[in-house]
């Protein structure tokens, strides 16, 4: 079948106006892209160097999300928004759909609508850099977003094999600033260079996923500073990681574990859990709202300035309000057994 040409238009890419076709192709013209960062991961890993189409459409079957796009574009009767492919009929940006409709037309080769699909031909002298740089504009910040590894995955490519900056990744991105590019490249570094070798052959990107946000969280917190410089720390955070003993929103609290000695010793030996009852012991405000603000009030009222506390000797309504403190303090005391003298007004 002969492919259907239509309008042209002009499509910015990576800030160059880059003239495309649209035509209605055969999907049989189109190849699946092997560089494609939703399986590109898991090729490598897996060792398959020359994979065929047929190894790249069950990588992407086992994909999540998948059955569910396969049934909107079943009960659709196609496709509307075309796919984007290369001079060569290699698809850049499209691959779950061009899969769904491929495998439709093989379960009913003789319906017209799974024989053709809406294409956007990108021109043969556009660069490979431009063009991961347009991945980047539809999956990191676009509304077809990939899960967060695979798009960690594509800005780091973005770096490291293209050679761009975090600020034109940021620019291209537009949702993302200068250094959250920074640190989900830290990240990324962190689950690859140190995560992965303490895991093993318990690695893949299922488990990189789940573990994204604990790493983001980890290069992110300021508490954590000069601790995560530490490569004792490093190593048992990454530890922590493939044992599964700490959770993403536990990661917010590990500065106070690890600003206690023995807390810290509890957990390298036997994770999160076991620490933060050690911190408990040492600390009862951890568990309580009430006497964590308490501790809080008292640490400001001890630094308050001569001037804060000269308006208490004149103004009868702050006295009033220090006199009903300390019998509320008073009252909770003699509840508990305390014996303290009560402060009259």
């Not at 761009?164 to 260079?193: F, G, H, W």
């Not at 993403?248 to 500065?255: F, H, K, M, T």
């Not at 076991?274 to 400001?300: I, N, W, Y």
Request: aromatic share 4%; glycine share 6%.
């Amino acid at each position: 079948m002969a492919k259907s040409k239509g309008s042209e238009q002009v499509l910015v890419v990576a800030g160059k106006d880059v003239r495309v076709t649209h035509e209605t192709v055969p999907i049989g013209a189109l190849r699946l892209d092997p560089d494609n960062p939703r399986i590109r991961f898991q090729l490598e890993r897996s060792g398959n160097k020359k994979p065929s189409q047929d190894d790249l459409q069950k990588f992407i079957k086992d994909q999540s999300g998948y059955d569910g796009l396969q049934k909107t574009i079943r009960l659709a009767g196609g496709i509307h928004d075309p796919v984007i492919v290369r001079h060569d009929g290699s698809v850049v940006e499209g691959n779950t759909r061009v899969t769904v409709v491929s495998t439709l037309h093989k379960g009913q080769p003789s319906s017209p609508r799974w024989k053709t699909i809406p294409v956007m031909r990108l021109p043969k002298d556009v660069p490979e850099q431009a063009i991961a740089m347009l991945m980047a504009s539809y999956h990191v910040a676009g509304k077809n977003k990939w899960a967060a590894f695979a798009k960690a995955d594509q800005v780091y490519r973005l770096v490291h094999k293209y050679k761009c900056t975090p600020e034109q990744i940021a620019d291209e991105t537009r949702n993302m600033s200068k250094r959250e590019v920074e640190q989900t490249l830290d990240a990324y570094e962190y689950l690859i260079k140190e995560v992965m070798p303490a895991a093993g052959k318990r690695t893949d990107e299922t488990f990189l996923e789940s573990k994204w946000s604990h790493a983001l969280e980890f290069v992110k917190n300021r508490e954590l500073g000069t601790m995560r410089t530490d490569p004792s720390v490093r190593k048992a955070f990454a530890k922590l990681l493939t044992n599964n003993q700490i959770k993403g929103a536990e990661v917010r609290r590990l500065p106070k574990i690890l600003k206690n000695k023995r807390a810290t010793k509890v957990l390298k030996a036997s994770g999160f859990k076991a620490a933060e009852a050690v911190l408990k012991k040492a600390d009862p405000t951890l568990e309580s709202l009430e006497l964590r603000q308490l501790k809080k009030l008292t640490a400001r009222i001890g630094k308050m300035k001569a001037s804060a506390v000269d308006a208490f000797k004149t103004d009868v309504k702050a006295q009033k309000i220090l006199i009903d403190h300390a019998n509320a303090l008073h009252n909770l005391m003699k509840s508990i057994g305390m014996k303290v003298a009560k402060i009259n007004g």
